[in-house]
């Protein structure tokens, strides 16, 4: 992110977070930002119309309550190796794997995380809509740059939402299951979402981008009519949006360090300890139609196996379109 408004703005924010209940001057906000006073009042007042609460009074400025922010500034700290940022986060985007893929074809260095609070043009799986109440959600994408071969990748998929459940399973009441390849599902609700984009040839990845959507705070309509969406806030889990991204990236960085050095044992076993789908009815859209059989985990390469009247299928790309007992 370059000098632009947005980025001000953010540093304004990340100011004003840092300074707490004792809050800022406007004179000070203006010195750390190279601005004139007048420039540091536009930004408060665009930060209020955004959404932020700042109180304004004699001695400066201050936040006001607990607001749930993403300070980039306040995360990168308690990254670790190799996701340990740099983190990008705004008030609004069109969608974070938009922004994401572009910065990778760029060259921009895995650990990269674009975040936002708001989503205009929120994308899922399957060319679906993810919508979001702004802040109530944790939405972001990770850049990473995978040294394995290209018919591993759908191992990808399922590392990253082992990781979420990582994350997860200490803050909720109940299991954290995953139904292929990658939905997360509390207690029959799906509460996030991973949509991963991938480039490369048949030779190598080049990059891959794991976009992720949790519902923090709240359920907004989710376009997928197989599960209904819930959110952490009503299951049970309470907590800070930043103190989850920082657990995210730190369970899915344990996850793919394991993968890296050990192979795919690790993700298989931990995938097959939370796999929703295994002993049940499943059925698939695939591009030729739809398949039902009953569901045997996965094989190695992270395909999901089914079971029919005619043997065993495994399916590298398909959509669950419906779970039975
Ligand atoms: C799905 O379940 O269909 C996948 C949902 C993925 C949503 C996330 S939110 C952050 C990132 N940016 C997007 O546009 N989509 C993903």
Known sequence: MGDTVENRRERVKAALAAAGAAGLSGEALAAELGCSRASVH????????????????????????????????????RLVAPLAGPVEWTHTIGSTNDEASRRA????????????????????????????????????SLVLRPPIAPVDVGLLPLLIAVGLADAIAPLAAHDVGIAWPNDVIIDRRKVAGILMELSGDHE???????????????????????????????????????????????????????LLRDGPSDVLDAYASRDLLAGRSVTLALEAGTLTGTGAGVDPLGRLRLTTGEGETRVAAGEVVGVGA
């Open 204 to 258: 190598r990845v080049s990059y891959a981008v794991a976009g992720i959507g949790i519902n923090v705070r709240s359920a907004p309509t989710i376009d997928d009519a197989r599960w209904t969406p819930g959110c952490l806030a009503d299951l049970g889990a309470d907590v800070a949006r930043a103190d989850l991204l920082i657990s995210v990236l730190g369970a899915i960085g344990t996850r793919y360090r394991t």
């Open 105 to 140: 074809r760029g060259g921009a260095p895995e650990g990269l995380v674009i975040g936002s609070d708001h989503q205009s043009a929120g994308r899922g799986r399957r060319g679906r809509a993810w919508v979001d109440n702004p802040g109530d959600a944790l939405m972001f």
């Open 42 to 77: 536009r930004h408060v007042d665009a930060l209020r119309r955004s959404g932020l609460a700042i109180d304004g009074g004699p001695t400066g400025y201050h936040l006001v309550g607990d607001q749930d922010l993403i300070v980039p500034a306040m995360i990168e700290p």
